[in-house]
């Protein structure tokens, strides 16, 4: 998992596949809160705008994806994301291999993300991932942008 600010995203230049920092710099370039939710494209990829409101964290599924990397940007408002590697969870309780969707019970110690307007996060399969957390303010509205990069894209 990597996280990072959209205001640094010149320095992930070399650090990153290219592929992805072309995702992430498309998206910050497209002036999203300006934008409708629905489906745009970005670097060829499929990119969805939507606006959920938050949850507490116990009714948000710890997910994972066995082909795609999910490249999540927030737009607007302040999103809780919960992390933890897939080789520390204790089993899959979920399975939708048609959307490449995957829920698994998490154990205690997962890892918060605290993610405000121009913030990211990249998303690989070894990362599971439970979005759309609500923090200490309660459930709040959001605008946010989810590429997902097929893994053999890379």
Partial sequence: MI???AANLEKYANQLPDTIYQCLRQMVQMNLA??????YEVNGF?????????EPE???????HKQFIDIAFLVQGEEYMGIQPVCYVEKNIESHPD???YFFK????ETR???????FVICFPEDLHRPLC?????????KKAVVKVPVDAL
Wanted: glycine share 16%; net charge negative.
């Fill in 46 to 54: 499929r990119l969805s705008l939507e606006s959920p409101v938050t």
């Fill in 134 to 142: 609500s923090g200490p303010e309660g459930p709040v509205q959001l």
């Fill in 34 to 39: 300006e934008k409708a939710d629905g489906i």
């Fill in 99 to 101: 959307r490449d969707l």
């Fill in 106 to 109: 998490g154990r205690k110690g």
């Fill in 3 to 5: 996280s990072g600010e």
């Fill in 58 to 64: 116990e009714q948000r599924k710890l997910e994972g």
């Fill in 113 to 119: 993300v605290h993610l405000t307007p121009g913030s």
